[in-house]
């Protein structure tokens, strides 16, 4: 009878954790706060409203003339390249649908990592070099319209001759760090991560830019420029040879304010976005930047959700009614399937719509049904091997039901069309879980309450 106990207490407790978990967070000290580790949900359009970005390529700059009488589209490739560096603008010999596809690749890669926790769509227009990019409207919408046009061309340069010694192409790959300073503050960085060649390149930059005097005693360093789209972020020499191919800049000051943290945190992130790929070819600009409203306005939500919400206080009430010692268990396995439920579609990164919410209406529903099947023919006058078999019958025929709802929810799994999708991804996990808590929870705290 211990053991019975044991195992009631035990798997109530795991639900009651599962619950706090999937409902309030899991927090884990940050930097200078509690931040919550599960994943955020992915919200999807019938729940936000989302933005419509274009982007068009820079006029082309007018052909002239210069001072050699040679016309300003005559120019070589290289000084055409150099000058679309330097931010002069597109000629009209870069607007080729080659370029127009590295564009759409590069800016795809953006989004992947600036809208990582989102849905986006991409389409290019390929005879005008168009990008229309539609996202989920949140926080970071913003930082997408501003950053994600810049060319990216991040160069270490010849501080004197303006050589350029190290450039994307050399870069593996790029992320954001951060260090506790001197003073106890944070110290954030970008971290360049080069590849093989830009290793050794930089490891010959280090040896010969660094710093040195003569036998006076006179600064004979070479430096360095560091520059990112034609501007100028630092002029520097190495202390040391660089033999690790990480190069680390600072982004602001040491501090310990929340606030401007999160803005070089921020700063960062935005750096480390569009170098770490190949520079854009081309330049871009935003040309248009329009807010959508969500096509399921609340009310229309409402006429959807609250009937399917009363029907399923209606059943909950009724299961009250049939099974009166047994309806605290019935309620904490419903909790408890909701609440997995819930932190599946977070990790599996299900987007969140109107059709997302009536699925966990309708798992709420199914879970009930199956309690109601598994304990219709239950009653504590059985014995021991009776009420065993009864339960387990109760179980296979509650699975004979919830198997034709659930091979549905994979197809529709597999559906393009996002609130299928959503809905069926929702629903498949659902039905997993309670077919899990039918034959381990529900079924361990009828029996381990028998007297």
């Known amino acids: 009878m211990k053991n ?64 050699e009488g040679q ?41 992947d990592r600036i809208a990582s926790e989102s849905y986006y769509t991409i389409r290019m227009d390929k005879s005008t070099g168009k990008v229309y990019i539609q996202v989920l409207d949140s926080t970071y919408t913003d930082t997408i319209s501003s950053v994600i046009v810049d060319r990216g061309v991040f160069e270490i340069i010849d501080n004197d001759t303006k050589e350029v ?77 660089n033999t690790t191919g990480n190069l680390q800049l600072t982004v602001g000051t040491e501090t310990t304010s929340t606030s401007d943290l999160q803005k070089y945190l921020q700063q960062a992130s935005n750096f480390s976005v569009i170098i770490d790929k190949e520079a854009l070819p081309l330049e871009y600009e935003v040309d248009e930047n329009v807010y959508n409203t969500m096509p399921l306005d609340r ?34 396995t419903i909790i408890g399937i909701v609440a997995t439920q819930l932190i599946l579609v977070r990790y599996t990164n299900v987007i969140l719509t109107a059709e997302t919410i009536s699925a966990v209406v309708v798992t709420v529903i199914l879970a009930i049904l199956a309690d109601w099947m598994m304990l219709k023919n239950y009653t504590k006058e059985l014995n021991e091997a009776d009420a065993k078999k009864n339960l387990k019958d109760g179980i296979i025929a509650a699975i004979k039901v919830l198997v034709p709802v659930f091979v549905l929810s994979i197809v529709f799994c597999f559906m393009k069309w996002l609130p299928i999708y959503s809905f069926g991804m929702t629903l498949f996990w659902g039905i997993l879980t309670i077919v899990l808590f039918l034959v381990t929870v529900m079924r361990t705290h009828v029996l381990g309450t028998r007297k």
């Open 4 to 67: 019975k106990a044991l195992k009631v207490i035990l798997v109530t407790g795991i639900i009651v954790l599962l619950s706090i978990v999937s409902f309030v967070g899991f927090y884990q000290k940050g930097i200078y706060q509690y931040e919550n580790k599960l994943p955020k949900y992915i919200l999807g359009d019938g729940v936000t409203g989302y933005r419509t970005i274009v982007l068009k390529p820079t006029e082309p700059k007018e052909e002239t003339k210069t001072e």
């Open 71 to 111: 016309e300003e589209g005559e120019k070589s490739q290289e000084e055409q390249a150099e000058q679309s560096q330097e931010k002069t603008g597109n000629t009209k010999e870069m607007l080729t649908e080659e370029n127009y596809a590295k564009v759409k690749e590069l800016f795809r890669a953006r989004l």
């Open 165 to 241: 010694l190290l450039s994307n192409a050399q870069i593996k790959k790029s992320g954001v760090q951060y260090t506790t300073g001197n003073t106890g503050g944070t110290i954030v960085f970008l971290n360049v991560e080069y590849n093989k060649e830009g290793k050794e390149k930089l490891r010959e930059i280090s040896k010969n830019y660094v710093e040195s005097k003569d036998e006076e005693g006179n600064d004979t360093t070479k430096k360095v420029l560091i520059r990112l789209d034609g501007n100028d972020l630092i002029t520097t020499a190495f202390d040391r040879e």
């Open 299 to 332: 009310q229309e939500m409402d006429k959807l959700i609250v009937p399917a919400i009363v029907l399923a206080v209606l059943c909950v009430i009724g299961i009250a009614i049939r099974f009166r010692r047994e309806k605290i268990f019935a309620v904490i």
